[in-house]
């Protein structure tokens, strides 16, 4: 089993939907969590830090339950250009980060 | 705002030449972080570097090799190439006091 386990995707949605990813991660002792984006072939980008409290930037919403090992990203009114890999990643104790394999988005017009 | 810088961009290779990636951190992040990233894979850690002494190893094989210098920039050394080695190779950087992890924008390795 791995340890940052993502929706399976990929997800194709029309323009102005809402769409949600799921993560969970398996070691108890992480201690930070984010959002980064992958577009193709090019270098993973920080989307958002996730913290307990949940955070909201812009269209982008992350929570977090650490009681479930449960992290989430929820983008409203998608855009074109919202296309992209998203991959949740945990930081764990020895502050190495730890991928998920991502969740392909695909917004269509 | 400077970036991680990595170099080469791309590189091809034959199978046992050896290669060597250079990072470049953010200037004044202490910690490098070197991941592999196959294709239609999540990228994979390999090695980090605190301080110029390594600080953590993953799933880097025995014929790559690792160090960080005293300006702080690293290089991956790998050697006895194989078909498999053929990927994308990110460097990133982050500082101790902060949370931020930046990546450079790879270095994408073909071995023939």
């Known amino acids: 089993r791995k340890e940052v386990e993502q929706d399976p995707g990929p997800f194709n949605v029309p323009e102005g939907a809402t769409v949600a990813f799921n993560c969970t991660y398996s070691?108890?002792?992480?201690?930070?969590f984010f959002w980064y984006r992958q577009d193709c072939r090019k270098e993973p980008k920080l989307l958002m830090s996730?913290?307990?409290s949940g955070n909201e930037d812009g269209r982008f919403t992350a929570q977090l339950n650490r009681a479930s090992q449960y992290i989430s990203l929820l983008i409203r009114d998608s855009k074109l250009s919202d296309s992209a890999t998203y991959l949740c990643?945990?930081?764990?104790?020895?502050?190495?980060?730890?991928f998920g394999s991502g969740t392909q988005l695909t917004v269509l017009p | 705002a400077a970036g991680v810088i990595q170099s080469p961009r791309h590189l091809i290779k034959e199978k046992r030449e050896t290669a060597t990636l250079k990072c470049y951190p953010i200037?004044?992040?202490?910690?490098v972080y070197w991941y592999q990233q196959g294709p239609g894979q999540d990228p994979q850690f390999l090695i980090s570097?605190?301080?110029?002494?390594?600080?953590d190893k993953g799933s880097i094989p025995d014929r790559f090799s690792a160090q960080q210098f005293s300006d702080y920039h690293s290089e991956l050394n790998m050697s006895s190439l194989e078909l498999g080695d053929s990927a994308l190779y990110f460097c990133?950087?982050?500082?101790?006091?902060?949370?931020?992890?930046?990546f450079g924008s790879g270095t994408r390795l073909t071995v023939v």
């Open positions: 990133a950087s982050s500082s101790r006091t902060g949370s931020g992890y930046t």
């Open positions: 070691n108890s002792a992480s201690q930070s």
């Open positions: 996730v913290y307990s």
């Open positions: 990643v945990v930081l764990g104790s020895a502050r190495q980060l730890t």
């Open positions: 200037p004044r992040h202490d910690t």
């Open positions: 570097f605190y301080e110029k002494m390594q600080s």
